[in-house]
C-alpha cells in the first residue's frame, strides 16, 4: 500500500500554494505517467513544447497517447480545442487519444468540450484519474472502458464502475408470528430485551458490515454493493451497486454513503461517484469521528514481538485526495476494529486486550497499565453507546454462540449485555440518539453456501439509557488544547508572519510565528526548506515521532499538520537552551531540570528504537516553564522500518555535538550516540566554550565525570542507556563528604588484593579528578600497574585521561613544587602505563604516558628512576622504540639523561639517534 500513499502524496501537492502552476502541472504529468507504467512499463513521456508534454503507451496491442491539462471553467474549451488540433497534427494513425481534464470533475464537463472531442477522442475528468490515484482501478482500465463501443467523449466514473448486481438486493424480512419465530436462544440480564425483528432467506453473498443511517434504515454491505434495509417494513434495495465494497459503511450527516472498495475509500451523493482516500489494507473499516468526519482503521500492530513494524494507522479522509491525514498507532495487538469516544479519543479493540489513543496528544496506546481485557474473543464489532461506552459483540471464547457486552473505556470495565446463540456477528449498530441497538448475526446451520441472516434488536442495556454524554471540556491548563481539538491540515488556519523567527531557519526548514485564525492562538509553523524527497520525508517522521511520543511533556507536540508534511504546527517556544546558556551555567538546579527532561524524552524514544541523532542547545526548548526536546527530522526508526537508508548517508546532524559514529554510519548509531551529544551539551552549558567536533568540553565541578564518561570516543565506554546515564548523574552530582583521596585509600586495599570492581571504581574516581593533586600522587601511583592494566588498556581513552591529569600536576599542588618521593612515583607510575602499552600495541596510550614520563624527568631529575628508565628503553625495537625515539626528539633535556644509550649497539637504532642529537 505505501505505493498508493505515495502517490496520494505526490498528487496532493497539486494542489498545494507552495509550487507554482508550471510545477503542478509537472507533477501531475509524473502521476499519469506513474498510474500508467503500472500497466506498460515502457510508457514515454514527449514534450513537444514544455508545457505540453504527451504521454505514450501501449494497452492490448493498441497504441495510445494522453495529454493533460488543469485548464478549467470557460477555458476549458478552449484547452480542449487547442489539445485536438494539436494532437491532429502530431498523431499517427490508429493511435487513441485520451484528454484529461486534471482540476474538473464529472458533472464540471461541458456539452462544448465533448462537441470539440466527438470524433478526436475521450475525455477523462478529474473523477476518474484520483479513482486511478486511490487504488479504486488502474487508469488503463478506465481508458479501456470509455473507448468501449458504443464511444461516448465523456463517461462519468460512476457510469464506468457501477453494474446493477444480477441478483436482487439481499432481502430481510418482517419475522413471523411468535409460533414461527426463528429459534434463536438468548441469555441478557435483567432490563435487557432482545427480539429478532427482521429474517432472511440464505443469502449467497456473506455481508461485511453494517451502518446506521436513520431509526427507520440502515446500510448492509456486501461483495455486490451496499444495500439499504428498512428497519421497520423490512425489504431492501440497492444503494450503491459496486462491486468490491466491504467493511462497514460510513453515511454522513449530508445524506452522502463512504465505504471501502479494495483499498480505495469511494463517496457517493447525489449520483455521484468519487473515490476520496486510498492505499489501505483488505482489513480495514470506516469509523465516524469528531464533527461527522471519516477516518479508516488499517493494518496491524508488529504483535507478539515479531519485530516485523506496526503499520497499525488511523487516518483522517478528507473530500480533496491526497489530504487524508495519517496517524501511525503505536500499539503491539492484532487490533480488529475501532471506534470513536469524543474529541480525538478512539477506541481499538483488540484481541485479548484493547486500549485508548487520544490523537490530541499521542498516538501511543500507552503501557500495558493502561490496557483493558477485552470481553470477546474477536471484537470485529463495536458501536459507540454514548460517552465512553461502547458495545463489542464477538464469538463468545467458548466459540459457541456470540456475545455482546458494554465496555466502560474510562473505568476499563465491562458488562454482559446478552449471549446469542448465533453463529457469528455480521454487523452491529447503535442508535446515536440513545435508542435501541441492531445486532446482524448468522443463524448456525450446516449450510455452507449461504448465509441465514437475523436481525436483533436490543433494548434496555444500560448504554442505550444513558443517552449522549457529552464530551469533556478540553482543560484550561492546555493553552493548545483548543487548537488541536480544531486541526484538519488545512495552512488556511494560520496566519503566518513574513519573516521567518530570528533563530528559525536551520538547515532543513524554516520556522515562522502564525496565529490560529479560530482561536488566536500564537503558534510556531514549520515548513521544510523546499518540498525535495528528502526534507519532506524528514519532515514527515519528524511528525509521525512527535505524535508517538506525545505523552511525554519533555517532547514538542505536534497540534497540526499537512497530509503530504509541507508543514506542521507546534507551541511556540519561549527561549532554547542555546539562548539561555548563561543563566544555565550559574543555576544547577535549572541545568539539572534540563538534563531530567531531555533524558525523559530520549527514555521514551529509545525504549521504541528511535534515535534523535542532533541533540543541541538550539533543538532543547523552554515551553511554558518545562524543557521540551524538538527538532526529530533526522531520526533513526527502528532497525527494518527505514526504507531509504541511504537518505541519511554517512554523516548526520550537528558535528560540534554529534558523536564520532555519526559522521561514519549513522545509521547504525546506538543509545550511546545521544548520550554523547547531551554531555557534549551539559559541557558546553556549563564551559561556554566554543564546541569542537570530538573534543570534549570538561567542566570542573561535580558534572565533569559526568561529561568525561558520555564523551569518550569509543561508544561502548560510554553508558549505555538513559538509566545507566541517570544513575551516573545521580552518583557523580550527590553531595559528597570524603575527599576524593579518602575514598581513593578506601578502595585500595581491595584493588591491591586484586578486586577489580575495586580497581575499576579507583581509575574511575581518578579520572573524574584529574585536578585532585593528593589523590594522584599518594593514591593511584601505589595502585600497581600491572594489577590495574587490564582495565587501563581495556578502556584506552580513560587510560589517557589519567595519564594527561598525572603529567598535569608536574608543577604542584599550587603550594609548591613535587616533593621529590612524589616524582619517583608519578614516573615510575607513567613508565608502568608505557610498558604496559607498548606490550599490547596500544600505541597512542604508549606515546602520551612516554611524554608524561619524560616531562616528570626533565622537571625532578631522580636518578634512580632514569636508571629504571634507561634500562627500558634498552629492551625497545621496532614501533615501540620508534615512539619513544620521537617522545625523546621533543623532550631533549629528558634525552640527554640517557647519553650512554647512544654508544650501545644493541639499543635500537631510532632511540640511539635521538638520544645523540639531544647532546
Known amino acids: ?81 487547442a489539445a485536438v488540433v494539436a494532437r491532429e497534427r502530431d498523431l499517427g494513425p490508429g493511435v487513441r487519444w485520451v484528454l484529461v481534464y486534471a482540476r474538473a470533475a464529472g458533472q464540471e464537463i461541458g456539452d462544448d468540450v465533448n462537441a470539440v472531442l466527438q470524433a478526436q477522442g475521450v475525455c477523462l475528468d478529474r473523477d476518474h484519474l484520483e479513482a486511478a490515484v486511490c487504488g479504486l482501478t488502474p487508469l488503463t482500465d478506465l481508458i479501456r472502458a470509455a473507448f468501449r463501443p458504443p464511444r461516448s467523449p465523456h463517461t462519468p466514473l460512476h457510469d464506468l464502475l457501477m453494474h446493477e448486481p444480477s441478483e436482487p438486493a439481499p432481502t430481510l424480512t418482517l419475522a413471523p408470528r411468535p409460533a414461527g419465530t426463528p429459534s434463536v436462544q438468548s441469555r441478557t440480564p435483567a432490563g435487557v430485551e432482545l427480539s429478532v425483528v427482521l429474517a432472511g432467506d440464505s443469502w449467497p453473498m456473506r455481508p461485511s458490515g453494517m451502518a446506521w443511517e436513520s431509526a427507520e434504515r440502515a446500510l448492509i454491505t456486501t461483495e455486490a454493493g451496499v444495500a439499504e434495509v428498512d428497519l421497520q417494513r423490512g425489504g431492501a434495495r440497492w444503494r450503491l451497486p459496486l462491486p468490491g465494497v466491504h467493511g462497514g459503511a460510513a453515511v454522513l450527516p449530508d445524506g452522502s454513503v463512504w465505504v471501502l472498495c479494495g483499498p480505495a475509500v469511494v463517496r457517493w451523493h447525489g449520483g455521484v461517484l468519487r473515490a476520496v482516500g486510498g492505499g489501505f489494507e483488505a482489513n480495514a473499516s470506516l469509523l465516524l469521528g469528531p464533527d461527522s468526519s471519516v477516518w479508516a482503521l488499517s493494518g496491524s500492530g508488529a504483535t507478539l514481538g515479531t519485530g516485523t513494524g506496526s503499520t497499525l494507522a488511523l487516518t483522517r479522509l478528507d473530500e480533496q485526495v491526497g489530504d487524508q491525514q495519517r496517524s501511525a498507532l503505536d500499539f503491539d495487538a492484532a487490533v480488529r476494529s475501532a471506534a470513536w469516544l469524543g474529541e480525538r479519543r478512539f477506541l481499538l479493540a483488540a484481541g485479548g486486550h484493547s ?59 465491562s458488562e454482559p449485555v446478552a449471549e446469542v446463540e448465533l453463529g457469528d456477528v455480521l454487523g452491529l449498530v447503535q442508535n446515536p440518539a440513545g435508542g435501541p441497538a441492531y445486532l446482524l448475526g448468522e443463524l448456525p446451520t ?54 521567518p523567527l530570528p533563530d528559525g531557519e536551520g538547515g532543513m526548514g524554516i520556522v515562522h510565528e502564525a496565529v490560529h485564525k479560530a482561536t488566536g492562538t500564537v503558534v510556531a509553523f514549520k515548513k521544510p526548506r523546499s518540498l525535495r524527497e528528502n526534507l519532506t520525508a524528514r519532515m514527515q517522521w519528524e511528525i509521525k515521532v512527535a505524535q508517538k511520543l506525545g505523552a511525554n511533556c519533555h517532547v514538542m507536540p505536534v497540534l497540526d499538520f499537512s497530509p503530504q508534511a509541507e508543514w506542521f504546527v507546534m507551541p511556540l517556544a519561549q527561549s532554547t537552551a542555546e539562548r539561555l546558556q548563561p543563566e544555565l551555567q550559574r543555576d544547577e538546579a535549572a541545568l539539572r531540570a534540563l538534563v531530567d527532561a531531555v533524558a525523559s524524552a530520549l527514555a521514551d524514544a529509545h525504549r521504541r528504537d528511535y534515535l534523535h541523532r542532533d541533540i543541541k542547545p538550539a533543538n532543547i526548548l523552554l515551553l511554558d516553564g518545562r524543557w521540551v526536546l524538538g527538532d526529530w527530522g533526522i531520526v533513526r526508526r527502528p532497525h527494518g522500518q527505514t526504507t531509504n537508508p541511504k537518505r541519511t548517508g554517512t554523516t548526520i546532524g550537528t558535528a560540534e555535538f554529534g558523536a564520532p559514529e555519526l559522521s561514519v554510519d549513522p545509521h547504525n548509531a546506538t543509545p550511546a550516540s545521544d ?74 586495599p581491595a584493588a591491591h588484593e586484586g578486586d577489580p570492581d575495586a580497581v575499576r571504581r579507583l581509575l574511575t574516581l581518578a579520572a573524574d579528578h584529574g585536578d585532585d593533586y593528593e589523590l594522584y600522587l599518594d593514591v593511584l601511583p601505589s595502585l600497581d600497574v600491572g594489577t590495574a592494566a587490564p582495565l587501563l588498556l581495556e578502556y584506552p581513552e580513560q587510560a589517557r585521561t589519567l595519564v594527561e591529569a598525572m603529567t598535569g600536576h608536574v608543577r604542584g599542588d599550587g603550594t609548591g613544587w613535587p616533593h621529590y618521593n612524589e616524582s619517583k612515583r608519578a614516573i615510575a607510575w607513567l613508565r608502568g602505563v608505557a610498558r ?84
Open 355 to 413: 486500549a485508548v489513543v487520544d490523537l490530541s496528544i499521542s498516538t501511543s496506546a500507552g503501557t500495558r497499565e493502561d490496557w483493558m481485557l477485552t470481553p470477546v474473543s474477536y471484537p470485529g464489532h463495536l458501536a459507540r453507546s454514548g460517552g465512553d461506552t461502547v458495545l463489542v459483540a464477538g464469538r463468545a471464547g467458548s466459540g459457541v454462540g456470540v456475545e455482546l457486552h458494554a465496555l466502560d473505556t474510562a473505568g476499563r470495565t
Open 446 to 499: 450446516n449450510d455452507i453456501k449461504a448465509v441465514h441472516p437475523v436481525l436483533v434488536k436490543v433494548t434496555g442495556h444500560a448504554a442505550a439509557a444513558s443517552s449522549a454524554v457529552p464530551d469533556p471540556e478540553p482543560s484550561s491548563a492546555d493553552a493548545y488544547a483548543e487548537v488541536r481539538r480544531l486541526a484538519r491540515g488545512v495552512k488556511k488556519d494560520y496566519a503566518l508572519e513574513k519573516f
Open 675 to 748: 548520550i554523547y551529544s547531551l554531555g557534549k551539551v551539559i559541557g558546553w552549558l556549563l564551559t561556554g566554550l566554543t564546541p569542537e567536533v570530538n573534543v570534549p568540553l570538561l567542566p570542573s565541578g561535580p558534572w565533569r565525570g559526568v561529561v568525561r564518561r558520555c564523551t569518550y570516543h569509543d561508544s561502548q565506554q560510554r553508558p549505555q542507556t538513559i538509566a545507566d546515564f541517570l544513575d551516573m548523574v545521580e552518583k557523580e552530582t550527590a553531595p559528597q563528604i570524603d575527599l576524593p583521596a579518602a575514598r581513593g585509600q578506601q578502595l585500595l
Open 836 to 919: 604496559q602499552a607498548a606490550e599490547d600495541e596500544q600505541w597512542d596510550l604508549l606515546e602520551e604516558a612516554a611524554r608524561g614520563m619524560c616531562t616528570w624527568d626533565e622537571a625532578s631529575n631522580e636518578f634512580d628512576q632514569q636508571n629504571a628508565t634507561q634500562n627500558w628503553l634498552r629492551h625497545l625495537h621496532g614501533q615501540a622504540a620508534r615512539i619513544l625515539a620521537g617522545v625523546l626528539r621533543d623532550h631533549p633535556g629528558s634525552a640527554r639523561f640517557y647519553h650512554e644509550l647512544a654508544r650501545e649497539r644493541t639499543v635500537d637504532m631510532a632511540i640511539r639517534n635521538a638520544v645523540n642529537q639531544s647532546l
Open 1 to 81: 500500500m505505501d505505493d498508493i500513499r505515495g502517490l496520494l502524496a505526490e498528487y496532493g501537492q497539486v494542489h498545494s500554494d507552495e509550487l507554482p502552476e508550471q510545477d503542478r502541472h509537472r507533477l501531475l504529468v509524473d502521476v499519469v505517467a506513474a498510474l500508467i507504467r503500472r500497466t506498460d512499463p515502457d510508457m514515454t513521456v514527449v514534450h513537444r513544447a514544455p508545457d505540453e508534454p504527451t504521454a505514450y503507451f501501449e494497452l492490448a496491442g493498441r497504441d495510445y497517447a494522453i495529454t493533460v491539462t488543469t485548464a478549467g471553467g470557460n477555458e476549458a474549451a478552449e484547452a480542449a480545442r
